[in-house]
C-alpha cells in the first residue's frame, strides 16, 4: 500500500498523477494506444497478454496513472514492442544521415513509486538492431523482477557510478564502478541498488535477426 499526495494505492502498481495527468504519463498511455490499436488487440486482450488489469491499461492510456517500471515492461511485452518505442523516441536516423540527440531533449521514463529512471540515449535507436539507455537507481531501489525479452535479445551493461546488483537466470552479480556485464536477456531479470548511494549504469540493448 502506499499513500501519494493525499490518496493510497492498494496495488502497489501505479501513483495518481498531481493534478489530474502530466505530460510524461500521457505521451506514454497513448502510445500504449497507438500500438495496441495497430495490433489489433483489445484493452481485454492486452490485459490476457501482460497480466495487467484491464482497468489499470485504460487509467493508463487515458494518462491517469503512470506505470512502475514493472507493468510498464510487462506491458510493452506484451505488445511486443521495445519499451523505448512506449516512452517515445527519437525520429530515425536517414540513410547516411548523422543524428544528434541533445541531453535536454532525451526521453525519460520515472518510475512514479521508486524514482528509477530510463534515459534513452540513443540519438536513433530505430535505425539499427541496438539502443543505447541510462539508468539511474536511488539509494535503497530495486527494478523488481523484469519480464525476459525474445530470444536472441542481448543486455551489456557498464555501471559509470555507485554498485549496482544485477540478477539473471537464478544468478547475482554486483558491479562497481567501471565494471561491466554480458547476459542474454531471453530470462527474467532485475537490477538493485542495496546501497545508500544513487547508482548509475550504461546498458546496451541488442536485438539478433
Given at each position: 500500500m502506499v499513500e501519494q499526495d493525499g490518496r493510497v494505492e492498494q496495488d502497489g502498481n501505479a501513483v495518481e498523477p498531481r493534478h489530474g495527468g502530466d505530460e510524461p504519463a500521457g505521451a506514454f498511455g497513448g502510445n500504449v494506444r497507438r500500438c495496441r490499436e495497430e495490433a489489433g488487440l483489445t484493452l481485454e486482450q492486452l490485459s490476457v497478454r501482460s497480466s495487467v488489469s484491464r482497468a489499470m491499461l485504460s487509467k493508463v492510456e487515458r494518462g491517469e496513472k503512470s506505470p512502475t517500471i514493472g507493468i510498464a515492461s510487462r506491458i510493452a511485452h506484451a505488445l511486443d514492442v521495445p519499451l523505448s518505442d512506449l516512452i517515445g523516441t527519437p525520429a530515425d536516423a536517414a540513410s547516411g544521415a548523422a543524428v544528434v540527440l541533445r541531453k535536454a531533449e532525451r526521453p525519460v521514463f520515472r518510475d512514479p513509486e521508486t524514482g528509477f529512471e530510463r534515459h534513452i540515449v540513443s540519438a536513433a535507436p530505430g535505425a539499427g538492431r541496438s539502443e543505447l539507455v541510462v539508468h539511474r537507481l536511488p539509494a535503497q531501489v530495486s527494478t523488481g523482477l523484469l519480464p525476459g525479452y525474445p530470444p536472441g535479445t542481448e543486455?551489456?551493461?557498464?555501471?559509470?557510478?555507485?554498485?549496482?546488483?544485477?540478477?539473471?537466470?537464478?544468478?547475482?552479480?554486483?558491479?562497481?564502478?567501471?565494471?561491466?556485464?554480458?547476459?542474454q536477456a531471453d530470462a527474467d531479470h532485475g537490477f538493485a541498488n542495496r546501497t545508500d548511494a544513487p547508482c548509475e549504469y550504461l546498458m546496451v540493448i541488442s536485438r539478433r535477426p
Open positions: 543486455k551489456q551493461i557498464v555501471v559509470l557510478d555507485g554498485t549496482l546488483t544485477v540478477a539473471v537466470g537464478g544468478i547475482s552479480e554486483t558491479l562497481d564502478a567501471g565494471d561491466s556485464l554480458f547476459f
